[in-house]
């Protein structure tokens, strides 16, 4: 599978997305029009419409837990738009930082093996604990990730 983030409706991204080899789509945030990617499923960011979530809850695409991947926390792998406070994953361009305490103080609760989440234009990983963070990075700028939910495993992708 292909964890996105970071997408407006740019048709030729899209049509590069659809003929990639991977079984599913689960984005993580600021997708503006997943109804144009096949077998998209995910949650939402700050940069979509509401349109979006209306789409993804009326057509049983909003994620909340699938597979071994949740964003309630409870599964050992997790997606989130937002990256947690503290980690090394969450600056973004310009050096500016980011990040949730909320998320944070999940990780330290649930304890999930990854993190993956979106709103960071640049692909990085850290530890926080525990648990692996892992930023997919903006697919404006060609990033990606390929997850592998039966080896628990990723591996940093790009388009181009």
């Known amino acids: 599978m292909a964890l996105i983030g970071g997408l407006s409706c740019n048709m030729n991204v899209i049509e590069v997305l659809n003929n990639l080899d991977v079984d599913l789509f689960i984005g993580l945030g600021d997708v503006e029009c997943p109804q144009y990617i096949r077998d998209f499923y995910g949650i939402v960011g700050e940069m979509e419409d509401v349109s979006v979530l209306k789409y993804l809850r009326s057509s049983g695409r909003y994620l909340i837990n699938m597979l071994n991947i949740s964003s309630d ?8 738009h937002y990256p947690p406070k503290g980690s090394f994953t969450r600056i973004i361009d310009d050096n500016i930082k980011i990040g949730l305490k909320d998320i944070l103080e999940k990780i330290l609760v649930h304890k999930p093996k ?3 989440h979106a709103h960071s234009n640049i692909q ?8 692996i963070v892992i930023s997919i990075g903006s697919l404006e700028n060609g990033y990606y ?14 388009l181009w």
Do not use: M
């Open 124 to 131: 990085n990983q850290c530890r926080i604990y525990d648990t």
């Open 145 to 158: 990730v390929e997850y592998y939910p039966e080896k628990f495993n990723f591996i940093f992708k790009r």
């Open 73 to 80: 926390f409870s599964t050992e792998v997790v997606i989130s």
């Open 114 to 116: 990854l993190l993956f």
